[in-house]
């Protein structure tokens, strides 16, 4: 059973910046298909960034041109670096993966206030 796990959450204030990680205990090169996606209280959970094997990453469009997804191999971890932090950034974030079945990581809370 695969495991993720996410880090890197915290307390930021407006225009700062985070990164999170989220490192499987298994390859990442099994999983086709890597995202972040967040959540607020009392609202769906939202897509924010992908990538797989081939294609170039997406973005949700609010965070287009200041989120970065990217992923590291030989530590089996992606990433998502936020930049130019705003309060509606604030959510628990999730990292999903995709192989032969879904895994879900904990959750890591971005607070972004001042």
């Known amino acids: 059973q695969v495991q993720l796990v996410e880090s890197g959450g915290g307390l930021v204030q407006p225009g700062g910046s985070l990164r999170l990680s989220c490192t499987a205990s298994?390859?990442?090169?099994?999983?086709?298909?890597m995202a972040w996606y967040r959540q607020t209280p009392g609202k769906q959970r939202e897509l924010v960034a992908s990538t797989t094997r081939t294609t170039s990453p997406t973005y949700a469009g609010s965070v287009k041109g200041r989120f970065t997804i990217s992923k590291d191999g030989a530590k089996n971890t992606m990433y998502l670096q936020m930049n130019s932090l705003k309060p509606e950034d604030t959510a628990v974030y999730y990292c999903?993966?995709?192989?032969?079945?879904?895994?879900w990581g904990q959750g890591t809370q971005v607070t972004v206030s001042s």
């Open positions: 999903y993966a995709q192989g032969g079945n879904n895994y």
């Open positions: 298994g390859s990442i090169f099994s999983f086709y298909f």
